[in-house]
């Protein structure tokens, strides 16, 4: 191998290493890479910029506008609730939000038909009292099922549809890839409709709640009164009598460093405690504890709002005390409900990451403006009503959109730019707050892992990879070809995003297809529906991310109802792979649109 090949591999792999630590935003390791990628000479520097250009960044733009625009609608909202006022117990509640989702995913981002469907979820959960936890995660699954059925599904279908272009020199159609995806996604959701009650049965909606859903436990630091009850008590024996977690003692502004069993509470101290929100506020109620925004030198407001930290949000990556530079005025962090397990140092200096749910604590129309600033998705029972009286020209005009794609007429990225315009026309697409809200992660993640993926192929490296894979398949078995390269994007997507999956995977399914003879169109497909079965971990896909904080699952949920499904969704693929493989007239009706 030559010294391009192993640069580019390498580039590869840490950056694969360093997405799945979570440590640092999506988009600041693409950039990165990318640099490195231009560094090292492999990505040449007429190809640095390429991917902006790229039809499948600009069509994932478009369609996250388009998405702006039908959210203003409120269409899903009215229509969803409709239907959902007709359901007679919560498995029809779960078949119909789930169908609902996965439709709605079939034509924009996943991402897109997540944010749409979240908040009606959480409304129905209330007024059925229902938990969160029996809706949520089949309701992300189902988005990613649907998904796959279309080529704006999700932008990993679009990268594929890249390489497809540069290999045959024509795209996908735009259903096409329910070829496989249609039948998996049917599949799929029958399983998520029978097993998520029984998986889930553990799960209750409490009695009463502050909120109407979310995680049950909270961070949050608080301060020990004069006369507190709690003065005076070692951290165990306080834990203990007051049913509360207790992270860290800081007195006069210092960590207090001793073993647990040694520290001995006093007065005027300042804790970082976790428990749910009903016993926190009780404690405070009681004067045993006092919220430290009460102290601050500015008194916020004591309104309320428990908001999701969602792919796109500002706050990612940012410290607690930065949320207020975001703030146009006082508004506070009261709590926080992570899903990392760690915690240290002080409550102000803990980072935010994606699926966080945060107590924003300020003046009732400060917060509202704060979480559209900060991008954070609001959990609370009622949402501002912003209904246009556009609806039905913008639902007919993204329709004929589709309609233009689906029988070739025009390409997706011109297309979907006609939707864009003729909404920005009719006026039920503001661009300039549309633009301000679009996730930039995605559009960044995407532009910048497009000429590494060129670069896989340039250098050489994806024939060097296809040729040492083809090495051990058998040549005449096109179907154990296909499940091979559906198996290794399976074995990839639980631990970076489907994007980057997409991008690494694309080029050596066409190096395989080269080498063995296979047709090329069945292995991207294999790429396109692999990267998207991805219901094994939170951090695979930004769906799960958010879900886990919202409804506060354990990692370990995530396989006790992905694996079953995962499993059914890889027999479904393969035998539809078979379908696609031995039914050429089908194929070639669709490749030939």
């Known amino acids: 191998m030559t010294f391009d090949q192993w640069a580019i591999i390498a580039i590869l792999v840490i950056m694969l290493v360093v997405y799945a630590t979570e440590r640092f935003r999506v988009d600041l390791v693409a950039m990165t890479g990318l640099g490195a990628g231009y560094l090292s000479g492999v990505v040449p520097v007429q190809n640095v910029f390429a991917g902006f250009s790229s039809p499948a960044v600009i069509t994932v733009a478009e369609v996250l506008l388009i998405v702006s625009a039908l959210s203003a609608t409120r269409v899903i909202d009215d229509f969803s609730r409709r239907i959902i006022a007709r359901a007679s117990n919560e498995t029809a509640v779960l078949a119909i939000l789930c169908a609902t989702g996965a439709f709605i995913s079939v034509f924009m981002n996943n991402i897109g038909a997540l944010a749409l469907m979240f908040p009606v979820a959480l409304s129905v959960c209330v007024r059925l009292n229902i938990a969160p936890g029996r809706i949520l995660m089949p309701l992300s699954f189902a988005t990613l099922l649907g998904g796959m059925c279309s080529l704006t599904g999700t932008p990993a279908n679009l990268v594929v549809n890249q390489w497809n ?52 436990e909270f961070l949050a630091e608080m301060a020990v009164p004069p006369m507190s009850e709690m003065a005076g008590l070692h951290l165990p024996d306080a834990e203990d009598r007051f049913g509360i977690a207790i992270h860290g003692v800081l007195r006069h502004g210092n960590h207090v460093f001793a073993r647990r069993g040694d520290i001995l509470i006093a007065a005027d101290d300042t804790l970082l405690v976790e428990g749910s929100l009903a016993r926190l506020d009780e ?132 297309a979907f730019g006609a939707v864009v315009i003729v909404m920005a026309m009719l006026g039920s697409l503001n661009l300039r707050s549309a633009l301000q809200d679009i996730n930039w992660t995605i559009i960044i993640l995407l532009a910048c892992m497009i000429p590494l993926g060129m670069a896989v192929e340039q250098t050489g490296a994806a024939r060097v990879i296809a040729n040492t894979i083809a090495e051990y398949l058998p040549m005449t078995e096109p179907l154990a070809v296909a499940t091979v390269v559906l198996l290794l994007a399976v074995a990839i997507t639980p631990f970076i995003d489907n994007v980057s999956t997409a991008v690494v995977l694309s080029p050596i399914a066409a190096g395989i297809a080269s080498r063995t003879g296979v047709p090329v169109e069945p292995l991207l497909m294999a790429v396109a529906v692999g990267a998207s079965l991805d219901f094994l971990t939170p951090f695979g896909h930004h769906n799960n ?49």
């Not at 704060?370 to 009622?382: E, K």
């Open 165 to 216: 272009i540069s290999e045959t020199g024509a795209g996908f159609g735009y259903f096409e890839l329910a070829l496989i995806g249609g039948p998996v996604a049917l599949a799929g959701l029958a399983w998520i409709v029978f097993a998520a009650p029984r998986v889930f049965r553990h799960l209750y909606a409490p009695e009463t709640a502050p909120f109407d859903a979310g995680p049950s």
């Open 283 to 414: 404690l405070e109620g009681a004067g045993i504890l006092q919220a430290t925004l009460e102290q601050a030198e500015h008194p916020i407001a004591p309104g309320r709002m428990e908001v999701v930290v969602m792919p796109e949000s500002l706050l990612l990556g940012s410290r607690i005390a930065d949320v207020q530079a975001f703030a146009e005025s006082a508004v506070g962090v009261a709590g926080l409900a992570s899903r990392r397990r760690r915690i240290e140092g002080r409550f102000e200096d803990i980072q935010i990451g994606m699926g966080d749910v945060l107590i924003l604590a300020g003046e009732r129309n400060s917060l509202r403006q704060t979480a559209a600033d900060c991008g954070v998705l609001p959990l609370s029972r009622r949402r501002p009503r912003i209904i246009s009286r556009m609806a039905k020209p913008s639902v007919a005009t993204f329709a004929v959109g589709i309609l233009l794609t689906a029988f070739n007429i025009v390409p997706t990225e011109v």
């Open 545 to 593: 991310a958010v879900v886990m904080g919202a409804a506060g699952y354990r990692f370990r949920d995530f396989p006790r109802l992905g694996a079953p499904l995962l499993t059914i969704c890889l027999i479904v693929a393969v035998l539809a792979l078979a379908g696609v493989l031995n039914g050429p007239s089908l194929a070639t009706f669709f490749w030939n649109g």
